[in-house]
């Protein structure tokens, strides 16, 4: 699968931080993958309902991926989460939005290369795939 390697080296330098990092890179497939929101179509809902839909649209479609920030992070998040995640990670939460926020749009963009969310399992084993890649 083509895409993957294309994420597996657009998150790679994210990952060389260490064990936390690898720990993040988790925690962001989840987000992507959470069937109690929705996966990655309820993500895309959820930053569309707080005003990021262009951002996340842009993560999505085949042009330059625009930028997103920490405090829009937590925003499309919510703090709660941020909290949840920088407390299993042994981070502050504005390291852990700020690190999500470089991390999801390469992942997001990397599942989804030809400007289309994966429809059926696609997702779910692009997801699989990539977590077995870094586990060390």
């Known amino acids: 699968m083509g895409f993957l390697d294309e994420v597996t080296k657009a998150v790679g330098s994210q990952l060389l931080g ?15 993958n959470n069937p109690d929101t929705g996966g ?6 959820l930053f569309q309902s707080k005003g990021l ?6 993560w999505i479609g085949t042009g330059e991926n625009q930028p997103v920030s920490g405090d829009q992070i937590v925003d499309a998040l919510g703090s ?3 909290r949840e995640i920088a407390q299993k990670l042994g981070m502050s939460g504005e390291d852990a939005s700020t690190s999500l926020a ?7 963009d990397g599942l989804t290369p030809e400007g289309k969310v994966p429809q059926g399992g696609m997702l779910e084993q692009g997801l699989s795939l990539l977590k077995q890649k870094f586990s060390v």
Do not use: C
């Not at 260490?18 to 992507?32: E, P």
């Not at 990655?40 to 809902?45: F, V």
């Not at 470089?102 to 997001?108: D, F, M, R, S, V």
């Open 18 to 32: 260490g064990g936390g990092q690898r720990g993040l890179m988790d925690q962001a497939l989840d987000l992507i």
């Open 40 to 45: 990655l179509g309820g993500l895309i809902q």
């Open 53 to 58: 839909g262009d951002i996340i649209s842009s």
């Open 80 to 82: 709660e989460k941020i």
């Open 102 to 108: 470089a991390l999801l749009p390469k992942i997001i």
